[in-house]
């Protein structure tokens, strides 16, 4: 892939999501994988009225970066099991576009969080909705117990058996290539 867009479903300016994007795109430098910070673009939240004045320049610009890329590795924070407000409001922007605005392309599905579970609650749920958004699922992985597992000194896991499934993961992606459930990396014991 000549253009992967790597972004956060975050507007905290100290996301977590966001250090797990981060911490890839370092991991893999020759990949082409870019940061796209979704807090840039302030989309007013989403109405059928609002719609009616017009679809917002910002969704726009950002549709047009979703068209460009090649594939997409999402991380998503949970809220209460949802995604949240601020990347559904994204996805209600862009869907207004483009239903299928992911294009059928490849994408990575990720999740962190300070409790254990790493947000898996609702990547279970998103599993069904980015396909639904024209997203070819490539595989999914939730990074639980952030502050014991990341180094943020070193911007790096520190937990060897997270890391290994994760870069496997990512090698996965980069090569199109779909994790089946049999062959999940998140199995490994």
């Not at 867009?5 to 981060?22: Q, V, W």
């Not at 460009?68 to 209460?80: D, K, M, R, T, V």
């Not at 576009?97 to 392309?105: H, L, P, T, V, Y």
């Not at 199109?176 to 999940?184: F, G, K, Y």
């Amino acid at each position: 892939m000549k253009k992967i867009i790597a972004f956060a479903g975050s507007n905290n300016p100290a996301s977590i999501n966001e250090k797990l994007i981060k911490y890839i795109i370092q991991e893999f430098p020759k990949s082409r994988i870019e940061f796209l910070d979704l807090k840039k673009y302030t989309l007013p939240i989403y109405s059928q009225e609002i719609e009616q004045k017009g679809i917002p320049n910002q969704a726009k610009e950002l549709f047009q970066l979703f068209t460009s890329a090649e594939g997409f590795i999402l991380a998503s924070p949970e809220h209460n099991g949802l995604p949240s407000a601020f990347f559904k409001n994204t996805i209600d922007w862009l869907s207004r576009i483009d239903q299928r605005f992911f294009g059928d392309k490849p994408l990575l599905l990720l999740s962190t969080s300070p409790g254990a579970t790493g947000g898996s609650t609702h990547l279970e749920i998103l599993v069904n909705l980015v396909q639904r958004w024209g997203g070819k699922l490539i595989g999914k992985f939730s990074l639980g117990s952030f502050q014991q597992n990341f180094n943020d000194d070193t911007k790096s896991l520190n937990n060897p058996k997270e890391e290994y499934v994760l870069k496997n993961l990512v090698e996965s992606f980069l090569r199109n290539q779909p994790v089946s459930e049999e062959n999940d990396p998140n199995d490994i014991e």
